[in-house]
Structures are given as C-alpha cells and as structure tokens.
C-alpha cells in the first residue's frame, strides 16, 4: 500500500469554472514535503490537481484507485471550500492530512467546523512532521500541528523550531512529469532559497511579524548546489525564484549575482523583488542583474493613491514607479506589477484611478513593440493573518463573511488563474462591479505574447 499521495488543491473548482491556459508554477513547497517523505523510506507520489485543472470528483477518484495510506492537500485560503469538496470524497478507509498558508493562519478553534475530514493539520514547515506522521507517531508528540480528539475538539501540540534550510534535501523532480516546464522555448525549473517575509503589507498574511514565522535563507552554497545539479541532470536554461522575499537586502542580491558571475552559472532568471527593496536599487545593480541573466521581475504596487499604498506599507512614490519601470525597461528587463482595487472603503473613482495608473506603466514599458511591464489587478479580498484581517474582525466582520471568497471569469483566459476577490463587499462598489473593471482593464491590454 502506497504511504501517501500529496495533492497540489486546485485554484477553482473546476467542476464549474471554465479551464485555461496561464503559465506554469512548480508546487516547490509541497514537492520538499514528498522527498522529505520519500528520503525516510516511504512510498510517495504528487497529484497536481491545479496543473491538470481536474474537479473535486475527478481528484478524489485518483486518490482513492492510489489508496494510500494517507492524503494530504494545501489549502490556501481561497481554495478552502474546494479542497473541502474534495476531502469529503476521499475514502473514509484513508486518513487526510491539510497544510499550507490557510492551516499555518489560523487557531485550532476555526478547524472544528473547516477541513473536519482532515484529522491532523500541519502548521509552518513540513518536512520533519510528515515523516513523524507516516512513522505513526501521535500527534501530540509531533510539534507543529493541531490534530482532533476524541471529543470532536481540535488540540494544538507544542511549539515546533524553523527548519534549517541548508539541512533539507534537493527536491526529487522526477516526482512530477511536467519537469522541466517550457517558457520561452527554454527548460525552466522553479527553485525557493528562503522562507518567510520581513516587510509588513497590510492586507498580506505572508510577513514573519503577522504569521510568527521566522524568515530565514539558504547558504549560497546551498543554491549553488542546487543549481549544479538540476543543470546536469535536467539542462535547465532558465530558473524561477518563487519566494515572497529571496534577498532582504541590496548586499544579499549583490552576494547572489556574485555567485553567478563567479561560477559562470549561464541561466534566464525570474525573481520577485519587493517595491521597497527595488525603489532602493542604483541602476547599475539593475544593469548587473540583467548581465547576470535576470529577464522578469515582479513587484506588487497595490493603488494609484499615495495615501493607500503608504497605509498598505508601500512608500514608493508615483515618480519612483515610473523611474524603476523605465530603467526595467531600458535594460530589457520584463516585470509584473501588482495591483488591488476594492479596498475597505475605496471609491469608484479611487479604484478607476489605478486602473489608470496601471494603463499608464504599461505604457511606460512599451519598447520595440514589446510591453516590458504587465500588470495584473487583483480584487480584494481580506486574509487571514494580515493586518487587515483583524481590523475588520474588530469592527464586526465575521470570519464566516470574511472566508467567503467568489472567484469570477474574464474573458482574457490567461488571467483567469487569480480571478478570485472577496463574495463581501467592503469598498463602495459592489463585487459584481469591480469584477466587471478588472475584466474591461485585460480587454484593454490583452494577454501576454509568452
């Protein structure tokens, strides 16, 4: 009998949501977990439900021919109630396991009437507490997770220690079959070199100071390694960073692109560089980046309004967005920006203003009839965790209302993967409304070429 079959849970349901074609994104997370667990002698596959864009019925079907011994799923917040449709047809002979962003956010209180197939709950890393669970071992003695009782409760066991990153092995890629993916015309492979955020955005529940996680990072040595061996086995050309914050600091980028010079690693690059951190960068460090084979960036930018993106804990001033696309640009660098309209509180004219804003950068970054700048406009939605978050809990939202996510189509099919906002309204504009902005804004710019 297989030990475990992990599941990456699918954005949408798509018993219902129209599929489409977006770009891939390697499930790096959840591939450590399975060679944490394949490393320990156990028997391991992955499902990645959201690449093959299967429905709740169709996912559980897979597990239960598997029959594994245990199924575990990531559950982002957003995704909650799906992954809950699927648990719920899982085979009650195999035993659920749930991690991910949603499990680490929340107190053991919520789980008692969420995700109640999933009978332990991984919180924070995962890679010591899967081999402690397939080992058997009870799960009070396993730190780091809630578990239920025998009461219908959900209990919290201790405090668990932040891994050392440097300590865990090289993901195993030949657990996926979509490895390596192919992006312009290149092999291209995703990588994580840190855990965890610094900066404090108040609608995001990923900063270290909101989720009490500690950010930490790989050695240099580590990646180098890393980056050895996926070239010798695989022939990657080109490498994406999906880490919130890989450098927190101009000398840690500088050290970096140092290590690539150094051992001549001859890759394309794609990174995210918060807004803070890039405002900050001289132009040369921009110019060594792309020598060194960085190709796309992608910063989060957030409103057109000084005052929201300083109250979001983006100083950036609108001078700074044009300066740093206009450099990006000039040096062939491509780059996503970030934007989110229907705030608590915002106006029409507000949300229609950095639309306008957006439409403006990406003007900027038109060059050779190449756009350099795409943005991509979310809608709001509060998450757990963030600073938002508890605001609106202490002004009477309820966590059922605020947990109750709508995503909705565009007709621009690449930008259909994060068309999820909130099914509350919390702006002076109704859902259905900034849904129909977000929509008419990608019919404006149309999809990327690659």
Not at 111 to 116: G, Y
Not at 137 to 143: E, G, T
Not at 363 to 378: I, K, N, Q
Not at 429 to 442: T, W
């Amino acid at each position: 009998m297989p030990d475990l079959v992990l599941v990456n849970s699918p954005i949408h349901d798509y018993s219902r949501y129209p599929r489409y074609t977006s770009s891939y994104s390697t499930p790096v997370g959840l591939l450590y977990v399975a060679t944490a667990a394949r490393a320990a002698g156990f028997e391991v596959s992955v499902l990645d439900a959201e690449e093959r864009q299967l429905a709740p019925d169709e996912i559980a079907r897979e597990i239960n021919a598997r029959a594994p011994r245990f199924a575990g799923f990531n559950a982002f917040s957003v995704n909650l109630a799906v992954v809950e449709k699927i648990t719920d047809l899982v085979a009650p002979h195999i035993a659920v396991i749930a991690g991910g962003p949603h499990v680490s956010s929340m107190p053991p209180g919520h789980f008692v009437k969420r995700l109640t197939r999933a009978g332990i709950l991984v919180r924070g890393d995962g890679e010591e507490k899967i081999v402690d669970i397939l080992r058997d071992v009870h799960p009070l003695a396993v730190p780091g997770v809630y578990f239920r009782d025998a009461l219908g409760g959900v209990v919290a066991s201790g405090p668990d220690a932040p891994l050392d990153l440097d300590g865990l092995p090289v993901p195993d890629r030949t657990l996926l079959d979509t490895e390596p993916y192919r992006r312009d015309g290149l092999r291209w492979m995703d990588v994580s070199i840190s855990r965890g955020c610094v900066f404090t955005c108040r609608f995001c529940a990923g900063s270290c100071r909101s989720n009490g996680t500690t950010y930490r990072r790989r050695s240099l040595g580590s990646v180098r390694e890393e980056l050895r061996h996926l070239v010798a086995r695989y022939g990657i050309e080109g490498v994406q960073i999906v880490d919130d914050l890989p450098f927190n600091g101009r000398a840690r980028l500088e050290e970096f692109l140092g290590l690539l010079e150094r051992d001549g690693i001859a890759l394309r690059w794609e990174v995210n560089l918060p807004l803070q951190f890039l405002r900050g960068l001289p132009e040369e460090t921009i110019a060594r980046a792309r020598r060194a084979g960085v190709v796309r960036l992608s910063f989060g930018i957030e409103s057109a309004s000084f005052e929201t993106r300083r109250a979001m804990g983006k100083l950036s001033k609108d001078q700074d967005l044009f300066r740093i696309v206009g450099t990006l640009t000039r040096h062939r660098i491509s780059a996503k920006g970030y934007f989110i309209i229907g705030f608590p509180g915002e106006s029409r004219a507000e949300m229609e203003a950095t639309l306008g804003l957006a439409r403006r950068l990406h003007d900027t970054g038109l060059a050779g009839g190449v756009a350099h700048f795409r943005p991509r406009v979310f809608m709001f939605k509060p998450m757990p965790g963030s600073a938002l978050w508890t605001r609106l809990l202490a002004e009477g939202r309820t966590e059922e209302e605020m947990l109750d996510y709508a995503d909705f189509d565009v007709e621009q099919d690449y930008f259909r993967k994060h068309a999820w906002g909130a099914g509350s309204r919390y702006s002076l504009v109704e859902p259905e409304d900034v849904h129909a902005l977000i929509n008419a804004f990608y019919g404006e710019i149309g999809e990327p070429v690659a």
